[in-house]
């Protein structure tokens, strides 16, 4: 199935954190948090500005992005969970 987010709005598949920590101890599901990293699948268009232009969104398919903790809309797409963000809530691009 695909998916074209509208506007200034970007698709991301979230990426995995590590089960363990640095020092070798297992992390229950409980005890992690929600990722906020994830990478770029599709982007939209751009959202308009006052003056009708379209104001392109900041990011590119294959990016790797850090967002906002409590934003975005969660979304499952042929048994694959995604999120749907918006511009505002993506924070940057991880480089290397």
């Known amino acids: ?3 074209k987010p509208l506007g200034g709005r970007a698709l ?3 990426v995995e ?6 020092s070798g101890i297992v992390l229950p599901d409980t005890a992690k948090e929600k990722p906020q990293m994830a990478e770029v699948v599709s982007v939209g ?3 308009l500005d006052d003056n009708g ?3 392109p969104v900041g990011v590119s ?3 790797r992005i850090v967002f906002a903790k409590y934003s ?6 042929d048994d694959v969970e995604y999120m749907i963000l918006d511009a505002d809530d993506i924070l940057g691009v991880v480089e290397g």
């Open 12 to 14: 991301v598949k979230m």
């Open 72 to 77: 975005g809309t969660e979304i499952k797409l």
């Open 61 to 63: 398919e294959g990016d």
């Open 17 to 22: 954190r590590e089960e363990k920590t640095a």
């Open 1 to 3: 199935m695909k998916f």
């Open 45 to 47: 268009e751009g959202k």
């Open 53 to 55: 232009s379209r104001v």
